[in-house]
C-alpha cells in the first residue's frame, strides 16, 4: 500500500514539541506495515489520534474523511461508545479465555448469530484473529478434512491473478501478487493462479461480452484443475468482489458456473469475505449478493468494525462431518436464530482439526462484534448501503470526463478507479510514471487534501474507495471534489 505523508495544518492541538517528540520516538522505534521507510526520512508520519463517525483526526487536529474504513474495517464508523463500553464490560467480566477445549457464552452467541446471518448450511465457526489467520484455516481445514475422508492427495488451492488473500506463509502462497511474494520463496507448495475478473482489460475475444467474458473466467478454473489434476485439488479460493487489482466484480453467472465446476470436480469453493462481508456490499455475507454457495466463508475485518481484532472461518455442515459435533443428544436443538435452518443428520467423526491460536474469538472482540452488529441492525446499515449505492457509483462516474480516469468499478461501497495515460487506448503507466503519480503524488496529495484513501499500483494504477457504510450523499460529493481537484493536478504535472 502506498503511504501518504502529508504535513496538514501546522497550526493544530498536540503542542510543537509534543509532536516533535512523538515523530523522534516513531521514526526511531515504530516498524509500519507494508511501508517504504526511507519514504518518511525527510518527513513527519501521519498520526491519527481520534476518529467521529466518517471521520478521523490527526496530532494536529486536522480532519479526513476515512474513504478507506481504515483498511475497509470501519463499517459502522469510528467513536461509538456503546461497542467501546460493550468491550470493556467484558473485559473486566471475563478478559481471557482459550477457545481450546473450553467455550465462553460471547464466543458462543457470536458463532450462533453468524450462523443465522450466513448463507444455507454454514453453521459452524472457528474463530481467528485475523483474515490471514482465517484463510490459513480454511486452507488447512480443507487439507485436514480430505485426508480425513479419504482423499488425501488434495492439498492444492486455486486463486485469481494480482488477488491478495493475506501474509502468513500459506495465505502468501494464495495470494496472487508475485512483488509480495518474491522475497519469501520458496511458497509453502500448491499454490495454482487463475484469470481474475477484470473485464477492463479483458482478452480481445470476450472484450465486448461481460458474459462470456465470465464464462471464460469461469472455465479457465476449470481448465486449471483438469490441467492439475482434479484429484490433487482441495479448494479454490474467490473473493466476491476482488480488492487487488482495483475492485473487480464478478460478471453475472460468474460464480454459478464456479460451483458447478467445483461440484463436478469435488473441490471446496472459499469465499474470502475478509473484506467484502458486514455490509460491504450491502449484504451481510458478499456471496448473499451474488447468490452462491460458499464451502467455506473467510471473515474479519467488519465483524467488529475494528473496535477489536476479530476473523474466523465458516463452515459447512458437510464439511464438519468427519470432526463431529460434540453431542449427540441435542439433534433435536434448532437454534432460534436459525429456524429452518437446521435439520439433517449431525456430524458424527471424530477427528479433531489440528489447529488453534491462542487469542482466536477473543471474549472482548466476540462481545464487540456482537455489538458491532446491533449497531447494523438498529440503523440498518444494509439498506443505507442499497439504498444509497447508486449515488455513490454515480457520484464517482463523474470523473471519468478527467483524462486520467479510464475506469470506474465496484459495488456496494466499494470502488476502484484505474488511471490511465490514455483513455481511448487503455495504455497505462511505465513503472517510473506510476511510481510519482502513486508515491510521488497522489498519496501525499490526498492525504493533505482531506482524503483518506488508497492508491495502490500492484496491478495497474488504481485509487480505491470503500467509506464507512454510515456515508450518505454528501460523503460522496466530498469524496468526488478532492478526487476531481487531485487527479486533474496531477495531469497537469505529468
Ligand atoms: C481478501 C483478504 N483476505 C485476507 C486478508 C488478510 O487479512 P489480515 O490483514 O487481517 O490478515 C485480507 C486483508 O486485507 C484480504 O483483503
Known sequence: MSTPHGTGDPGGVAPQAANRHLQATAHRHLWLHFTRMSSYAESDMPVIVRGSGQYVYDNRGKRYLDGLSGLFVSQIGHGRREVAEAGARQASELAYFPLWSYAHPRAIELAERLAALAPGQLNRVFFTTSGSEAVESAWKLAKQYFKTIGQPSRYKVLSRDIAYHGTSMGALAITGLPG???????????????????????????????????????????????REGPESVAAVFLEPVQNSGGCFPPPPGYFQRVREICDRHGVLLVSDEVICAFGRLGYYFGSQRYGYQPDIITFAKGVTSGYSPLGGMMVSDALMEPFGSGREDISGFESP??????????????????????????????????????????????????ANEGGFRATLEKLCDLPIVGDVRGDGYFYGIELVRDKATKETFSDEESEWLLRGFLSPALFEAGLICRADDRGDPVIQLAPPLTCTQEHFDEMEQILRAVLTEAWSQL
Open 180 to 226: 509480495i511474494k518474491e522475497p519469501f520463496e520458496p511458497m509453502a507448495p500448491g499454490g495454482v493462479r487463475v484469470p481474475n475478473t477484470n473485464f477492463y482489460r479483458a482478452p480481445g475475444f470476450v472484450a465486448d461480452d461481460l458474459q462470456a467474458f465470465g464464462r471464460w473466467a469461469a472455465d479457465e478454473i476449470e481448465r486449471a484443475i483438469e
Open 337 to 386: 436464530r436459525r429456524a429452518g435452518h437446521t435439520g439433517g443428520p449431525r456430524p458424527s467423526g471424530t477427528a479433531t482439526f489440528l489447529h488453534g491460536v491462542t487469542f482466536a474469538g477473543h471474549p472482548v472482540s466476540a462481545a464487540v462484534a456482537l455489538a458491532n452488529l446491533d449497531v447494523f441492525e438498529k440503523e440498518d446499515l444494509l439498506a443505507n448501503v442499497r
